[in-house]
T-cell receptor
Framework: ETGVTQSPTHLIKTRGQQVTLRCSSQ?????VSWYQQALGQGPQFIFQ???????GRGNFPPRFSGLQFPNYSSELNVNALELDDSALYLC????????????FGQGTRLTVV | AQSVTQLDSQVPVFEEAPVELRCNYS??????LFWYVQYPNQGLQLLLK??????LVKGINGFEAEFNKSQTSFHLRKPSVHISDTAEYFC?????????????FGIGTKLQVIP
């Protein structure tokens, strides 16, 4: 168990809706990253938050947005859901520094119908 | 830009046999290398990592990997696999750019251990 928890574990949404996924970081970690893992693919980097600011982003459209709170928990919001957004969404937290390991949560399985 | 290539999408192997899962990477700068394991319906668990120093890295569950800079490879090995090793394995590189850490994953290799 890594100490990173994600909620909910599973979610079904309709195309066009909005969704919010939540992540609680491991104690002492001030950096959180979000990844999308489509079926049969490796995780793809969405963005990273450090001390409540987005400081890095992958190749995802603006309808993917996030927040990090003072307690370093985080949210991933996706607007105008598309069928291709169906995936496992993984949150990873890490401590400050270059050599730090990222600890992953168990993910939220999002299905868009 | 960095990229990771996992050459085998699926690897079947008999129990107690050795296994090698291949990974090649490309990057214009120095990177850190990782192997993660993902069991069904689970998140990712770190097996091992190479940051610097000795090119042979030992990880959990009896796995090891060797960093080969000239061949830009980071192959994962285990001398004798168990049924419980059946899972998907991801090779990853981490690049620090613009103050943030980005992890790029390979497509994954499904290891199927046959009794």
């Amino acid at each position: 168990e890594t100490g990173v928890t994600q909620s909910p574990t599973h979610l079904i949404k309709t195309r066009g809706q909005q969704v919010t996924l939540r992540c609680s970081s491991q104690s002492g970690h001030n950096t959180v990253s979000w990844y999308q893992q489509a079926l049969g693919q490796g995780p793809q980097f969405i963005f990273q938050y450090y001390r409540e600011e987005e400081n890095g982003r992958g190749n995802f459209p603006p309808r993917f947005s996030g927040l990090q709170f003072p307690n370093y928990s985080s949210e991933l919001n996706v607007n105008a859901l598309e069928l291709d957004d169906s995936a496992l969404y993984l949150c990873a937290s890490s401590a400050e520094g270059k050599n730090t390991e990222a600890f992953f949560g168990q993910g939220t399985r999002l299905t868009v119908v | 830009a960095q990229s990771v290539t996992q050459l085998d999408s699926q690897v079947p192997v008999f129990e107690e046999a050795p296994v090698e899962l291949r990974c090649n990477y490309s990057s214009s700068v120095s990177v850190y290398l990782f192997w993660y394991v993902q069991y069904p319906n689970q998140g990712l668990q770190l097996l091992l990592k190479y940051l610097s120093g000795s090119t042979l890295v030992k990880g959990i569950n009896g796995f090891e990997a060797e960093f080969n800079k000239s061949q830009t490879s980071f192959h994962l090995r285990k001398p004798s696999v168990h049924i419980s090793d059946t899972a998907e394995y991801f090779c990853a590189v981490t690049l620090h750019s613009g103050g943030y850490q980005k992890v790029t994953f390979g497509i994954g290799t499904k290891l199927q251990v046959i009794p």
